[in-house]
């Protein structure tokens, strides 16, 4: 997910490639969090922000689900 962003990466064009080849992306919280971290560290929050809003505005149309992840799924995955 980080290359898909408009961070410099050698793999951007893959990881936009990939990212719009699904018809529907479900994506952790958890992940969604280490995505954020990751962004924030690498490129800067305002880069961070702007892939978050990203994955909102998908969500909003139904190309992006998030989980709900609860304390024995948290548990269970240990």
């Not at 990751?38 to 978050?52: H, K, W, Y």
């Amino acid at each position: 997910m980080p290359a898909s962003t408009s961070l410099p990466d050698d793999h951007h064009c893959l990881g936009v490639e990939a990212l719009n080849a699904a018809r529907i992306l479900i994506i952790s919280p958890l992940v969604l969090a280490e995505l954020d971290r990751l962004l924030t560290v690498r490129a800067g929050e305002s880069e961070a922000v702007n892939a978050v809003t990203r994955l909102g505005a998908l969500a909003g149309q139904g190309r992006v689900q998030f989980p709900h992840v609860d304390r024995p799924l948290l548990t269970e995955s240990d």
